[in-house]
């Protein structure tokens, strides 16, 4: 089956460091990969998303590449802000319009001033 | 504002009494689903609906029910709640088959159940 793997968190940065947040993941087929981002309190939001091999989703200052050779969809962030503290989650989805979705188990940034 | 509403946001009730946390979605999706989030284990799917009276289990369905009567609604229920199923509840929408390519899922803000 599909899985996700993500680094442990907590992390803990300080503000303007750069972030790199692991992520791998094992499918079937060709999956389209996402990051989605949660505030304390809220819903997960899609943070980008990538469709096919070497595909790099980017917003909000953050990019990830989708690296088929390595399952790999790491996320990374040049100058990280306070504002950038929430907790990030790694998912795919399949391939054939079936919209199945498996998550990794997420990753917690905190970023202090 | 396109949106997942989910309601109750907070619920403490006691084991064995029924309850129901609705869902609905505005944006006229095919796909909704439900997932609960405990520490260290992330989101797990509880089921899925691909469309209007088409429903299917996840990957931890035990002690839940859904219906999909409408294609806006996807109500969780729970028979007879355990303390084993307090936790975090989110609701989400996405188009499904047909879209051209995998869509991202649009998320409620949840439902923070606490079962005693």
């Known amino acids: 089956g599909n899985s996700v793997t993500q680094m442990e968190g907590p992390v803990t940065l300080s503000e303007e460091a750069f972030l790199t947040i692991n992520c791998t993941y094992t499918?079937?087929?060709?999956?389209?990969l996402f990051w989605y981002v949660q505030y304390p309190g809220e819903g997960l939001q899609l943070l980008l998303k990538?469709?096919?091999?070497?595909d790099k989703g980017s917003n909000k200052g953050f990019e990830a590449t989708y690296r088929k050779e390595t399952t790999s969809f790491h996320l990374e962030k040049g100058s990280v802000q306070v504002s950038d503290s929430a907790v990030y989650f790694c998912?795919?989805?399949?391939?054939?319009?079936?919209?199945?979705?498996?998550f990794g188990t997420g990753t917690k940034l905190q970023v202090i001033p | 504002e396109a949106q997942v509403t989910q309601n109750p946001r907070y619920l403490i009730t006691v084991t064995g009494k029924k309850l129901t946390v609705t869902c609905s979605q505005n944006?006229?999706?095919?796909?909704m689903s439900w997932y609960r989030q405990d520490p260290g284990l992330g989101l797990r799917q509880i089921y899925y609906?691909?469309?209007?009276?088409?429903?299917d289990k996840g990957d931890v369905p035990e002690g839940y029910k859904v219906s999909r009567k409408e294609k806006r609604n996807f109500p969780l229920i729970l028979e007879s709640p355990s303390p084993n199923q307090t936790s975090l509840y989110f609701c989400?929408?996405?188009?499904?088959?047909?879209?051209?390519?995998?869509?991202?899922?649009?998320f409620g803000d949840g439902t923070r159940l606490s079962i005693l």
């Open positions: 989400a929408s996405s188009h499904g088959q047909g879209a051209q390519e995998n869509q991202p899922q649009h």
């Open positions: 609906s691909m469309n209007v009276e088409v429903t």
């Open positions: 944006m006229n999706h095919e796909y």
């Open positions: 998912a795919l989805v399949n391939s054939g319009g079936y919209q199945k979705v498996t």
């Open positions: 990538a469709t096919k091999a070497d």
């Open positions: 499918a079937t087929g060709y999956p389209s």
